[in-house]
């Protein structure tokens, strides 16, 4: 019949939009190596997890953000109001289940599930929603991804995909959408029961509140009873076929003096409603698509809340709140951790310390890190961390502390080589100078291949003061000058090329101070460059003192690099009968390495034919073995 084939055309297009703006992203993505979309950023079920997450252990996980937050947010607002827009509007699953049904329908394969069938495998997803949230509650990260259809596509199988979860669960998309049409949406999706919960508001909120109320009132329940009663509970009000409930405000509507009963509603309903027999449409499966209003032939007979013209209404607000969620995420930020241990009466009193841009603050783990290394701050009462931003806040006791102090507290000193010394050099130049804008160690990292690009550098120093205090070594004989050197320090656009790839990276030193020169003597740029190495391993302490033997061997080698002492040590650890090293420098600035071991298991002979192999066997954390040129002779 003709008249079936008409479509609600907003909805295909945003439908469709949707994917066609999804395979631009896996497009771009294969095309352009850098470019590596999070098709997971603005999934509203990843939202709910976190707001949950959140809500439970004050904190969020790095796979959860604040855009998915918000996107959570949204999506209970649109329930609320509208019903599950986002299955109608904007889910690729349900887009391309629906798509697969029509392929059945072609072909007459459709089996419909009904009876005490249909009502057993609605429970499949609340039992899933139970153990998606439970996993995700318990381990802070996103549980979901390990069999997300979409996200095991759109991530190409990333590491958080279980493989064969996804692949069970994209077969039963394809063939349970091709046979039983929308078999996913109906019997499985995690968010579709969530949804359903939430659209029986009323029970939602009374769950919430009586877990709140008994939380507050000091009853520790764990978050498995509320999860658990919602999920039940939505599972007996599915089936139940809940009659009379306000909400979503929104709903379907036929009048039925003006219906023919001509059954078009009925049959052209995605979700297998039987609108034609319904005076308001309260089922839990109709998500306000709007496919029914389309094929009614008779004027003013199937309505949303009997009211005409508001057939736009759902499309337009998927829309909005996509674009309000969108809006809210840019402009507000959750702390991935937010932790107090001062008393309430020191927080009251306490100050806030802000600093943006500390690019070591990029996950849950690293944001604890910092807080436990601010417990030992004396003063410091809490700290909040940002990771989208990388700004961290720290609450703090003005008597005792400053915003000057607490830079100091958050700055790492750092120096690096940049040149190898050779027997050329005779002497060193130190230029001093203070630089503003430059803070975190990615501002010194940066500065680091900025002076290895466009100097003859050997090394650089940081130091705290306000503005850091930064130390560039020269070369004795070098030739670059204060206005060179200046323009080279406040340069704009920093091109890095490594390993045939050209990267930019922009950057805003402004030097707050004259550049100072200064000669110094090769001896003191060693003392300052040089940093003691010292590793133990193979069980040293195992190993009572009297039966280890330390191997003293001065090094001649002309690097201060500590990644190629570590790889030194790495490859002496081969050994089982050495257990230890250290490096140090005497007074005459010669580098000696001591090497500790156990002359039962091992002897000099064999240490020192290693010592010189022509490279390095180094072993990788993940118990990967690599190998480099051993650049030291002995
Ligand atoms: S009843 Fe109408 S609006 Fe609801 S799902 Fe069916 S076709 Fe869509
Ligand atoms: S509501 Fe419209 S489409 Fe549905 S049975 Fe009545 S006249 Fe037909």
Redesign the pocket.
């Known amino acids: 019949m003709k008249i079936l084939q008409k479509r609600n055309l907003p909805r295909f297009i945003l439908q469709w939009g949707v994917i066609a703006f999804l395979l631009f992203l896996g497009a771009k993505a294969f095309f352009v190596k850098e470019f590596a979309p999070n098709f997971e950023a603005y999934c509203p079920f990843g939202g709910l997890q976190a707001i949950s997450s959140y809500l439970l252990n004050n904190s969020l996980a790095c796979s959860m953000t604040t855009i998915q937050i918000a996107m959570g947010i949204m999506l209970i607002i649109g329930i609320v109001l509208f019903s599950k827009l986002f299955c109608a509007y904007i889910c690729p699953i349900g887009t391309i289940s629906e798509w697969l049904g029509s392929i059945g329908d072609k072909f007459k394969i459709r089996v419909k599930i009904t009876g005490l069938a249909d009502k057993i495998l609605r429970s499949l997803k609340y039992i899933l929603l139970f153990i998606t949230f439970y996993f995700t509650l318990d381990s802070n990260e996103l549980f979901c991804k390990k069999y997300d259809p979409f996200f095991a596509i759109a991530s190409g199988f990333s590491l958080d995909v279980v493989w064969y979860y996804a692949i069970l669960s994209i077969t039963i998309v394809v063939i349970g959408s091709i046979i039983f049409r929308l078999f996913w949406c109906k019997y499985l999706c995690p968010l579709g029961a969530i949804s359903n919960i939430i659209k029986f508001t009323w029970f939602f909120a009374a769950v919430l509140l009586i877990y709140v109320i008994l939380l507050k009132a000091g009853i520790q329940l764990s978050y498995v009873w509320p999860l658990g009663i919602a999920a039940i509970g939505g599972y007996i009000l599915e089936i139940w076929g809940e009659k009379v409930n306000f909400f979503p405000v929104a709903k379907i509507t ?1 009048n039925e003096s ?9 049959r052209k309903c995605p979700q297998v409603i039987d ?2 027999k319904m005076r308001v449409v309260t089922a839990a499966d109709c998500n306000l698509c709007g496919e ?1 209003l389309e ?4 004027k003013e ?2 309505l949303i809340n009997k009211k005409s013209g508001l057939k736009w209404l759902p499309p337009t607000a998927a829309i909005v709140l996509f674009i309000l969620g969108l809006v809210l995420s840019s402009n507000w930020e959750l702390p991935t951790i937010d932790q107090r241990w001062g008393t309430a009466e020191e927080i009251e009193k306490g100050a806030v310390f802000t600093q943006s841009g500390i690019s070591a603050i990029k996950c849950f783990g690293s944001s604890m890190a910092f807080a436990a290394q601010m417990k030992q701050v004396k003063g410091v009462y809490g700290v909040a961390t940002f990771v989208s931003t990388h700004k961290v806040k720290v609450y703090y006791d003005p008597a005792i502390l400053n915003d000057v102090k607490l830079q100091a507290e958050l700055f790492t000193p750092q120096k690096s080589e940049i040149r190898a010394l050779t027997d050329g050099h005779q002497s060193v130049k130190m230029v001093s100078c203070l630089l503003d804008n430059f803070f975190d160690p990615s501002d010194f990292t940066n500065l680091s291949l900025l002076l290895k690009e466009k100097t003859d550098a050997l090394g650089v120093e940081s130091e705290f003061s306000c503005p850091v205090t930064v130390r560039i070594y020269l070369p004795g004989n070098s030739t670059l000058n204060e206005n060179s050197l200046k323009e080279i320090l406040e340069t704009k656009v920093l091109s890095v090329t490594t390993e045939g790839k050209t990267s930019k990276q922009s950057l805003s030193f402004k030097l707050a101070s004259q550049l100072t020169f200064k000669s110094i003597g090769l001896k003191d740029y060693k003392y300052k460059m040089f940093d003691a190495y010292e590793n133990s391993f193979n069980g040293k302490s195992n190993y009572r003192e009297a039966i280890l033997d330390t191997m003293v061997v001065p090094s001649d080698h002309k690097t201060y690099n500590l990644n190629a002492v570590s790889y030194f040590v790495s490859h002496l650890s081969n050994d089982n009968g050495i257990v230890g090293f250290q490096s140090a420098m005497d007074s005459t600035s010669q580098i000696y390495f001591n090497i500790i071991y156990v002359d039962s298991l091992t002897n000099r002979d064999i240490i020192f034919k290693n010592m010189n192999n022509d490279s390095l066997t180094i072993n990788y954390e993940g118990g990967e073995v690599g190998k480099v040129i051993n650049k030291f002779k002995f």
């Not at 003006?258 to 009925?266: E, G, K, P």
């Not at 094929?295 to 008779?298: I, K």
């Open positions: 036929r003006s219906c023919t009963n001509c059954q078009l509603c009925s609108v034609a029914c094929v009614c032939p008779e007979t199937l």
